[in-house]
């Protein structure tokens, strides 16, 4: 990871539960004594479009948006979004993201094809692209809604911050009645 | 201690700890979360009014008798709050008033992205810019006391990017011991009658010297001295983007953005070598910077339109020898990742507006829009809206369009409008069709909620923001009120009925109004919105004929490797049983899912 400030950014479509993931990142690197800044926009994105969720920590962050090109990590809620963000990564960047697709209208329509070969075009540009299957895991942890957190946790092994600033967050955002599967489904995602 | 917030959300923190006792305003992004989260503060009395022109009156009214008031609105809503604006600013205050307008550059959101900057310095009054969620409860609580030190409204402006960003804040308690609020007789400030108004209009004129004067001293602008070769005049996010790009250059970083601290400014170009001014949208320092007579460069190289960001500020600078903050090596795009299909926002499944739109495209209406989620009606494959403007203009549209067309066209202009916007600014235009006997038919599309910000009351959902029952307005009383002769409520679940009503009234030579019945399906709220029982396709019936594909319903998908020509398939984790797409399938292919 580059000098002072780690670039996150996570990607997918309107609903999928983005700000939520990308607040439990942001309340972490706090605990953890960073400065933190978070940046997504709202309105539109949310009826079903693309959302990009900025996240950045270091000693002292200045733009709440990630410069184009400078992503250290990509966290991908889905993998057309996921190949579309490539971009907004530096080389050698890394990529984590969940084995689902969602069609956008115009492939609903039959006007569009969704791309083919995702996996394998994300993999040439970052070899270490890690396809995560969110849903079954989150089924082991006792709820496929908890796929984010699954991935979550695949996220937080490549970042430099202790296990316990990770789950104090999670306490502290998630819901109780559902904190339970939410940390059994951060700590499979550990495992990657 | 602290807490990471968004700059509403910090907003309403600072209007809290101010003392603040009356919110209020009108829903638009991206100000909308500051009222959300006034409202979690019991202390403050937080409230939506149908549109900004009424919320401003209410906070001069609750201002007038002594409280502390913050009223908040995206940039185009203070068009419609500008009338009392102008003349609140030879009025004055009482307690301190706060007028937050929350810009869109790039119109994530917006229909246009005009720099608001410019009305401060149009109404005569002072406007601060904070530059991030910190700054946004600091600059709250300081735009107060600036209120009530110079009796002045004060402007507190926002970017998307400050609204909806989120960075750690500092927690204080709440100040007590303001005083408290009663009705006080100060006529000759509060009547405007030209007698009165020209009194005050010197006044006006003597406040903003005071400020511009004491601007020089003040700690929110602040002179940051670095590398003295380059020196960077800005505020609000840019100042971030500046520092992002090029953190050794030296910044003057301007927290009150009007009226400007001349003599800062000056000694700040003497102090460094090339003067910029790097600002989101109009050159509006750099005008004045340039009648103070001091060379600078902005808008030469910096972009009007749109938003800013790092990279672009660097783009810009390219060629001016400065160092930029780092260098990393962006890999090539990938070709394939440009041609991706896009994502456009669309109607949820369920949504009661598909199955209109549908009927408007089937019917060839001619369709003057409005702003809300309907708006996406003119997305394809819906494509039925010809006009979008501002909040109301659909049904004006409609009454201007039939005074032209022939007698033909006349029938097919029909003004779609959603219940907020109606109650907002589509009243009076309805008013005047039927005054003016225009004879055009107006949907109103009553979902219950203001949809599209997110979910917020209006007075014709029922409840306030403060989630209190309230009065809920019969809008068909209302239209009827309004002279309409030809009122009537469809469910436009019934494509039937919906199909039936709209030819009906389209052919009529006179203005009538249909209004849809359905809630919106993302209102949580007991009793709204049922989920019925959900279809199904049943692939050995459905010939592949694309009917249903016509609704861009979110549930429906084109399976095109399946059956002779291939089938449509029904989502079950998206279907809502809405029942729209049954009615468009002459096969029976859509039936209860089972």
Same mark, same amino acid.
């Given at each position: ?192 | ?18 003392? +603040? %006792?009356?919110? *209020? ?5 991206? &100000?909308?979360? @500051?009222? !959300? ?116 409204? +004060? %402007?507190?402006? *926002? ?5 909806? &960003?989120?960075? @750690?804040? !500092? ?130 190289? @910096? ?292």
């Amino acid at each position: 990871m580059k000098g002072q400030t780690t670039n996150i950014l996570l990607v997918g479509v309107g609903g999928q539960g983005i700000l939520l993931a990308s607040e439990i990142l942001s309340e972490t690197f706090m605990l953890a004594g960073f400065d933190v800044k978070k940046s997504e926009i709202h309105g539109m994105s949310q009826r079903g479009g693309s959302v990009v969720s900025h996240v950045r920590f270091g000693e002292k962050v200045f733009s709440p948006i990630v410069p184009e090109g400078e992503g250290d990590i990509l966290f991908g809620f889905e993998l057309m979004e996921t190949l579309r963000a490539l971009p907004l990564l530096r080389k050698g960047g890394k990529v984590v993201a969940n084995d689902l697709q969602i069609p956008p209208s115009s492939v609903l329509m039959g006007k569009a094809a969704y791309p083919e070969m995702v996996d394998e075009r994300i993999r040439e540009k970052f070899p270490d692209f890690l396809l995560v299957d969110g849903q079954r895991l989150a089924v082991k942890a006792g709820n496929a809604r908890a796929a984010n957190t699954v991935l979550l946790g695949a996220v937080s092994r490549r970042i430099d911050v202790a296990e316990e600033y990770w789950l104090q967050a999670l306490e502290r955002m998630v819901p109780a009645k559902a904190l339970d599967v939410n940390r059994k489904a951060f700590m499979l995602g550990r495992e990657f | 201690m602290r807490e990471i917030l968004s700059g509403n959300e910090a907003i309403a923190r600072g209007a809290f700890e101010a003392g +603040v %006792l009356v919110a *209020t305003g009108y829903p638009g992004t991206p &100000s909308t979360e @500051i009222l !959300e989260n006034a409202v979690s503060y019991r202390e403050i009395d937080s409230s939506w009014a149908p549109n900004e022109k009424v919320a401003l009156e209410v906070a001069i009214g609750a201002s007038f008798a002594g409280a502390r008031t913050i009223v908040t609105m995206k940039h185009v809503g203070v068009n419609v709050a500008a009338d009392p604006l102008f003349t609140l600013s030879y009025t004055g205050i009482k307690g301190g008033l706060v007028l937050v307008t929350a810009d869109d550059p790039e119109m994530h959101s917006s229909q246009n992205e005009q720099d608001n900057r410019n009305y401060a310095k149009f109404a005569k009054v002072p406007m601060l810019e904070p530059a991030d969620s910190q700054e946004c409860k600091d600059f709250t609580k300081l735009a107060l006391e600036l209120s009530e030190q110079y009796d002045t409204p +004060v %402007l507190l402006r *926002t970017t998307t990017r400050i609204s909806h &960003s989120k960075s @750690i804040v !500092e927690l204080n308690d709440r100040v007590t011991g303001l005083p408290v609020p009663a009705l006080v007789s100060n006529a000759a400030k509060q009547v405007m009658l030209p007698a009165n108004a020209k009194v005050r209009h010197p006044l006006v004129e003597d406040r903003m010297r005071r400020l511009a004067e004491a601007a020089s001293t003040m700690s929110i602008n602040r002179m940051e001295l670095r590398d003295n070769s380059v020196g960077i005049i800005t505020s609000g996010v840019c100042y971030q983007y500046v520092r992002e790009a090029f953190p050794q250059v030296s910044t003057l970083k301007l927290g009150l953005v009007n009226p400007l601290p001349v003599k800062l400014i000056r000694s700040f170009a003497e102090k460094v070598g090339r003067l910029y001014v790097v600002e989101e949208l109009d050159p509006f320092f750099e005008e004045q910077i340039l009648a103070m007579g001091i060379g600078v460069t902005g808008k030469e190289i @910096i972009p009007v339109c749109g938003e800013l960001s790092p990279e672009k500020i660097r783009k810009a600078f390219a060629g001016h020898g400065i160092e930029a903050g780092s260098a990393v090596e962006v890999p090539e795009a990938d070709a394939g990742a440009i041609a991706l299909p896009p994502r456009p926002p669309n109607m949820c499944p369920g949504c009661p507006h598909r199955g209109v739109f549908y009927t408007l495209n089937q019917l060839k209406a001619y369709v003057t829009g409005d702003i809300g989620c309907y708006t996406l009606g003119f997305l394809p494959p819906l494509s039925s809206m010809e006009t979008c403007v501002c909040m109301g203009a659909s049904i004006g549209n409609a009454t201007g369009a039939v005074k032209v067309v022939s007698e033909d066209e006349k029938k097919r202009v029909v003004a779609v409008i959603g219940d907020s916007t109606f109650i907002h600014s589509g009243i009076t235009g309805l008013a005047d069709m039927v005054y003016n006997n225009a004879p055009a038919t107006v949907v109103i599309l009553d979902n219950r909620i203001t949809a599209m910000t997110g979910r917020q009351d209006n007075p014709a959902s029922g409840f306030t923001l403060m989630n209190e029952p309230a009065h809920r307005i019969d809008l068909s009383q209302l239209c009827s009120a309004l002279g309409v002769k030809h009122v009537r409520t469809v469910n436009p679940f019934d494509l039937e009925e919906t199909r039936k009503a709209l030819k009906e009234e389209m052919e009529r030579p006179e203005t009538s109004v249909i209004i849809t019945n359905k809630p919106c399906v993302l209102v949580k709220r007991e009793g709204v919105f049922k989920k019925g029982p959900l279809f199904a396709v049943e692939a050995e019936k459905c010939t592949g004929c694309r009917a249903c594909l016509k609704l861009g319903c979110p549930a429906i998908q084109w399976k095109s490797g399946e059956g002779k020509n291939g089938v449509s398939y029904i989502d079950p984790m998206l279907c809502t049983g809405c029942d729209v797409c049954r009615q468009l399938c002459k096969f029976d292919a859509i039936g209860r899912a089972k």
